[in-house]
């Protein structure tokens, strides 16, 4: 299993800010995911974390509003841009773990609230 | 395309039963459940993959039909720690970790 600590847990944010949100994991892992969730929906897979290039963004999500950095295998950051309304969703890194069988670890998530 | 999840939520009580579907308009090439509880991270359950092979979750069963692009999750004598929201979740192609995630369904056991 693996150990994930997010910062913040919460915050409320004014529209036009930008927020970052920090991703500690208690192991090496080479793959980290970020996710978001809206007010009472599913997961959705922002980009993928990748150690010394570049974030793989899925469709729908752009660097600009998401860049990621990931400096080293324990740490990922997800800055959310220019926010609005439509950004306040709960944010979740997540690892894939060692098990052998592609299983996913969440963090707890950082819940946030534009205003 | 999102998996489908049926149904949408469901009460039950202590003891009771319960099937959660998820249906998938492409192929699933393997089919993990998680569950959420309020406010909480989503947890693994268990995966599921091409053959019938389960791996996961001693207490809670689940089938995968590959040709019908559907898995069922099976609750057997629901205790009041099985509330939450669960979600199927697959894999968007052979051999990677990124999954994409059913609708879910919220389950609520009362006592």
């Known amino acids: 299993s693996a150990v994930i600590s997010q910062k913040p847990s919460r915050d409320i944010c004014q529209r036009g800010t930008s927020l970052t949100i920090q991703c500690q994991v208690d192991?090496?892992?080479?793959?980290m995911f970020w996710y978001r969730q809206q007010p009472g929906q599913s997961l959705t897979l922002i980009a993928t974390a990748n150690q010394g290039s570049e974030a793989t963004y899925e469709s729908g999500f752009v660097i600009d509003k998401f860049p990621i950095s990931r400096p080293n295998l324990t740490f990922s950051t997800l800055t959310v841009s220019n926010m609005s309304p439509e950004d306040s969703s709960i944010y979740l890194c997540?690892?894939?773990?060692?098990?052998?069988?592609?299983?996913?670890?969440f963090g707890e998530g950082s819940r946030l609230t534009v205003l | 395309q999102q998996p489908v999840q049926s149904p949408q939520a469901v009460i039950l009580r202590e003891g009771e039963d319960a099937v959660i579907n998820c249906s998938s308009s492409k192929a699933l090439y393997s089919v993990h459940w998680y569950r959420q509880k309020h406010g909480e991270a989503p947890v693994f359950l268990m995966i599921l993959l091409k053959g019938g092979e389960q791996k996961g979750h001693d207490k809670i069963s689940a089938s995968f039909n590959e040709k019908k692009q559907q898995s069922s999750l099976y609750l057997t004598a629901s205790q009041l720690s099985y509330s939450g929201t669960y979600f199927c979740g697959t894999p968007t192609g052979p051999g990677t970790y990124k999954y994409i995630f059913g609708t879910g369904t919220r389950l609520k056991v009362l006592a």
């Open positions: 192991s090496q892992v080479t793959m």
């Open positions: 997540s690892v894939v773990g060692t098990g052998g069988i592609g299983e996913l670890f």
